[in-house]
């Protein structure tokens, strides 16, 4: 399978299919009959109009590309590894933690090798033969286990016609590369990919990192960059230099070839102007390590470039707008900092908070605000709008997440908002938001689909199965839960252990089952394996009907061995069932959401379920890592800080999808199409409409 066809599966859930050249011998649609009852036990099927095109196709061709079809969406759904148990009935016959241990210590004593070796008063765990390593084969797992009971509630995700392929990559390209919220790093390489291979470019490119790397593919292809501020420049260098766009972590800059460097430098003689060079001390320092790759001395003619390294030397002033602002409210002028913040309207907006509780008139301040409305981007405005909306009630706490997901919280002490001021604030954004939106023509909207979170930012959402933004609610059907964690070593011993915090509605009285702690009542762990050079899988059940706890938060810990973004995979998901269902302990179709772990936290808290006061359980989405310590994490020493950071995601309001179709019925129609928002399209669509599921919902944030 080309990378592209895969990506385009993945992303879109749609194939890609050239029409067919002329009568296809006969077998084509048996054989498109056979892929679609592979595709099943995977969780996929083929629609109406996929299943038709294929049985045109020639036999051969059906097999050719069904087999690239179910690579793709048995890696989606984690079906491209071998899923064992370290107890080979689970979640059957699970045995008591302490007998389990003493069983595995006398065993041990009763090893002359291993007697020999241990010592009474320290005991390792990683010395019983037959602790943390699979005691069975996959196969004796498969004899252990009954097949799955397939139900109707099982999950079938439906698989659409694509166009050509040339048709579906410039779609998906134009789509990410024109996205208005900033993409996942997985999206960004993705973008890279695309970028090499599509000629077209969107009319507008408004998150600096696409245009980074867009940059990269016009300079390979001998065309100039498209650059406005200095930074641009130092980003496309970043690109060029196989380093991180985004301008998180330091790159370390490559040597360039003269016509990269004269590139480079023409692009920043032609931004650099007085008030631009303000951003640079903002990078001083990559700025400097630029300079040595680029040679600006060599270019006398592009006086301009060579000021930016003066500026970052240190040889040259340029203050920033940041700096002026910072002074004027320091020196108590907010007024003059609202001035000074007139002609950058993001940035006044983003500091709207701070310049109401400075400012003596909250007037002057709002209708500077309802200026810059009018100029500001849309993620902005919307970004603002879920600020505002959680100031009219105190919050348990304040989070602060980085672009890796990495996340921590801390009280909030800022003063309160007059609620009249906020409520004049909430008018203007509103205004100004429903006046960009499209016309939506006639408006369905899927009820499951109220809860999904805005995707004003995709940094921390790794792309996989079934994945919302951070802030999304969906419900959970089904009465078993079962979370899952799949990692395989790179290059030396590793070890992930899946685990489960379970607390009270006021965020108390906890209990957690984990490598310590093998049941809890409704809860069951599945074994701890401690080593991963083929691939392992840990699990953990939760009954939901008998939980006596409302709160379930699962984690995954890197207790020793490589992190999340070494190891050479590393996934998680969950899967619900019925109580009559058996099976294997991983059963595809049953599988909800699965996504990569990565990131440099070594505490992964992606998901946190919830019961409503009517007994059903909901799902909300996290998307959060914990630094934790270097080895030996577990469950027991971050419950604190998980309970904090799980109660301020939510008990804060996001916004969701209920407000964005609020605001487009407020805007009235006068158009003939339709627009429909949800999980997937439905059969009964007329031609022509607009669908907008999940992983399209970021073209509906307005420019």
Request: aromatic residues 6%; proline residues 7%; hydrophobic residues 45%.
């Amino acid at each position: 399978m080309s990378d592209l066809e895969a990506l385009v599966i993945a992303r879109r859930l749609r194939v890609p299919v050239d029409a067919p050249a002329g009568a296809a011998p006969g077998w084509g649609e048996a054989a498109a009959r056979q892929l679609d009852a592979a595709l099943l036990t995977a969780g996929f099927t083929c629609s109406p109009a996929l299943l038709g095109r294929l049985s045109q196709l020639p036999g051969e061709a059906v097999l050719d590309l069904g087999v690239r079809i179910l690579a793709a969406v048995r890696t989606l759904a984690g079906d491209h590894v071998l899923h064992n148990a370290y107890f080979v009935e689970f979640p059957r016959n699970v045995p008591d933690t302490l007998e389990f241990w003493a069983g595995l210590l006398r065993q041990a004593l009763l090893d002359p090798v291993t007697a020999e070796r241990a010592r009474p008063e320290i005991v390792d765990l990683l010395d019983f033969p037959a602790y943390g390593r699979y005691q069975h084969t996959y196969a004796d797992l498969l004899a252990a286990h009954a097949e799955l009971v397939p139900l109707a509630s099982d999950r079938v995700t439906v698989l659409e016609l694509g166009g050509s392929l040339e048709e579906e990559t410039r779609a998906l390209f134009l789509s990410m590369a024109g996205s208005e919220a900033p993409l996942a790093e997985e999206d960004l390489a993705a973008l890279r990919l695309l970028a090499a291979s599509c000629a077209d470019e969107p009319e507008r490119i408004p998150v600096r990192e696409n245009r980074a790397v867009l940059n990269e593919a016009r300079l390979a292809a001998g065309r100039p960059p498209l650059v406005d501020t200095v930074t641009d420049v130092l980003r496309l260098a970043c690109a060029l230099s196989g380093g991180d766009v985004t301008l998180a972590t330091p790159t370390r800059f490559r040597s360039f070839r003269r016509a990269e460097r004269r590139a480079l430098l023409r692009a920043l003689d032609a931004v650099a102007t007085p008030t631009k060079l303000g951003d640079v001390p903002r990078h001083r320092e990559r700025w400097k390590r630029l300079g040595e790759r680029l040679h600006p001395h060599e270019y006398p003619l592009l006086p301009r470039a060579a000021q930016v390294f003066e500026v970052a030397r240190g040889t040259r002033e340029a203050a920033s707008l940041d700096s002026r602002v910072e002074a004027a409210l320091a020196e108590g002028r907010p007024a003059e900092a609202v001035t000074l913040l007139a002609n950058a309207p993001g940035a006044l907006l983003r500091r709207l908070d701070h310049l109401l509780r400075l400012s003596p008139s909250a007037r002057d301040v709002l209708d500077a605000a309802a200026r810059a409305a009018a100029h500001a981007s849309g993620r902005v405005l919307l970004s603002l709008r879920e600020h505002v909306q959680n100031r009219l009630s105190p919050a348990p706490g304040r989070v602060f997440t980085n672009r890796h997901g990495r996340a921590f919280t801390t009280p909030d002490s800022r003063p309160p908002l007059d609620r009249e001021v906020l409520a004049h604030a909430l008018a203007l954004l509103d205004e100004e938001i429903t006046r960009r939106l499209p016309d939506p023509g006639e408006l369905i909207v899927d009820p499951d689909m109220l809860g999904v979170a805005l995707p004003l930012s995709g940094k921390a959402v790794a792309p996989g199965l079934g994945m919302l933004p951070r802030g999304s609610i969906s419900p959970v059907d089904g009465e078993l839960l079962r979370f899952f964690v799949h990692w395989r070593q790179a290059a030396r011993r590793t070890d992930y252990d899946l685990s489960a915090l379970m607390l009270d509605d006021s965020y108390g009285d906890e209990i957690h089952v984990s490598w310590t702690n093998y049941s809890s009542g409704f809860a069951r762990y599945s074994g701890d394996l401690t080593e991963a050079p083929e691939g392992a899988s840990e699990f953990v059940d939760i009954r939901l009907a008998a939980a006596t706890r409302s709160i379930i938060i699962p984690q995954v810990h890197v207790y020793a061995g490589e992190p999340f973004d070494e190891a050479a995979e590393a996934f998680f998901g969950y899967m619900t069932r019925n109580d009559e269902q058996r099976g294997l302990p991983f059963e595809p179709r049953t599988v909800r959401m699965k996504s990569d772990l990565r990131g440099s936290g070594r505490v992964a808290l992606p998901l946190a379920f919830l019961r409503d006061g009517d007994g059903a359980w909901r799902v909300k989405w996290l998307h959060l890592y914990l630094k934790g310590y270097p080895d030996f994490n577990q469950v027991e020493g971050n419950r604190v800080t998980a309970s904090l950071l799980v109660r301020s995601i939510v008990e804060r309001e996001y916004l969701t999808v209920r407000y964005l179709a609020d605001r487009l019925r407020a805007k009235g129609s006068s158009a003939a199409h339709t627009t429909y928002l949800g999980p997937a399209a439905p059969a009964e669509l007329p031609e022509g409409a607009r669908v907008v599921t999940p992983a399209t919902l970021h073209e509906l944030i307005p420019a």
